[in-house]
């Protein structure tokens, strides 16, 4: 392993494990925890390998150990969560409603979504990052998809009432009926 390709993943675990702690020094140690570990486990890396699926396994397993090691809070309803974050935001503050959203999505959805679209791997990758089967990596990202489309549609900009949701069915407050593709 050498220096540069390491230093060459930085922006990416940084960006990544921004996204996962939704705090920028929470994310500064989970980078720092995970650059400590690949260096006392380098010997574990398999030359000619994916060093950047191993840093982000490192990272992702990292997180997970710390997430256990923290008391255990009690899930909000979205409902709950958006009375609770009553902050003042700009109309043209997209940025800032997307990592909210993110930060809304359930842990094992938000890292498949983060390392499929945000740092483009592919489901084979996002599944051995993971440790979970490839059509689990398609469910949940398909699900934190439809999950963060909700959010979004969601989040009020000052002044305005919340999105309609259109069609008929979203008019009954029904969802729409699923049709089946062969």
Known sequence: MDRTQVVEQLPALRRYAR?????????????????ERACSKWLLWRNGSDLRAW????MHNLYLNQRRALPA???LAIDEVQDQLQVARAPSDD???LERCL??????????LLLVAM?????????????IPVGTVMSRLSRARMRLRVLMDREPTPGSAPAAPAGPAAAAGTPPAMRRLK
Do not use: C, H, K
């Open 73 to 75: 809070l009690p899930p």
């Open 119 to 131: 740092e483009d791997m592919s489901y084979e990758d996002t599944a051995r990052i993971l440790n």
């Open 19 to 35: 996204v996962l702690t939704g705090d920028s020094w929470a994310a500064d140690d989970l980078v720092q925890d995970t650059l």
């Open 95 to 97: 940025a800032r409603d």
């Open 103 to 112: 930060q809304r999505l359930p842990a094992d959805q938000r890292a498949v």
């Open 55 to 58: 840093l982000f396994t490192l």
